[in-house]
């Protein structure tokens, strides 16, 4: 098997970006190389500069042209993106260049595509009266939160739950099983 280079994108807290760079640190093939983020102040950029993984501060304008963070990515020999609450849509260059797997805090295809991120997800699993949601970890492509589904995880949502009852729950089930699940796709897409 190569060698693989992953890179994390995060635009908030950084929790999962965290487990995940914790997870690969002993491994013999697979790394990650770099966080990028759209936001300096997330908790993600102190995160990734405590646990020494090199973090790229990029704008907007770099972002919606795709150029810059394509070269970027290539530079440092990516080989696979892992989308760890990050909330924007990833541009067509990158889709088409590299593998991308996302994490969506709730049972995908339900409370899924654009404006559904963090806590709106939980809010709406409450407002809907569910008795159950999870976590989907999927591939990503063109369609918001639509590409291949490798993975899901359910718990359940209590009558006394609030938005942030939800949110402790499914980051715990997020902790537990993203690493292993992303090691489990880098394994498959090289065989
Ligand atoms: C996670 O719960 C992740 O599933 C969610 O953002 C949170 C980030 O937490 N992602 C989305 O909502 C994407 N649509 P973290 O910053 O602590 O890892």
């Known amino acids: 098997m190569n060698q693989s280079n992953i890179v ?3 635009s908030g ?6 487990v995940i760079i914790r997870h690969f640190a002993t491994h013999q ?3 990650v190389v770099a966080v990028f983020t759209n936001n300096p102040q997330a908790g993600v950029f102190a995160r990734a500069e405590k646990l020494n993984i090199p973090c790229f501060v990029f704008s907007n304008e770099d972002f919606l042209d795709g150029q810059t963070l394509n070269q970027k ?5 990516c080989s696979h993106i892992v989308l760890a609450g990050f909330l924007r849509k990833i541009p067509e260059l990158l889709i088409q260049n590299f593998k991308i797997v996302n994490i969506h805090p709730a049972l995908l295809p339900n409370y899924g595509g654009r404006g559904m991120y963090g806590m709106k997800v939980h809010e709406a699993v409450l407002a809907a009266g569910e008795n159950e949601s ?3 970890i999927h591939e990503v492509n063109q369609k918001y939160d639509e590409g291949t589904i490798l993975f ?5 949502v209590k009558a006394d739950d609030t938005p942030n009852t939800i949110a402790e729950r499914i980051h ?3 902790h537990k099983h993203f690493p292993e699940q992303i090691e489990k796709w880098i394994l498959q897409n090289d065989n």
């Open 8 to 10: 994390i994108f995060a």
């Open 13 to 18: 807290s950084g929790s999962n970006a965290e």
């Open 29 to 31: 093939k697979m790394h």
């Open 73 to 77: 990515l290539k530079n440092i020999n």
């Open 134 to 136: 999870g976590i989907t």
């Open 152 to 156: 899901q995880a359910k718990c359940e």
């Open 172 to 174: 715990k089930l997020e």
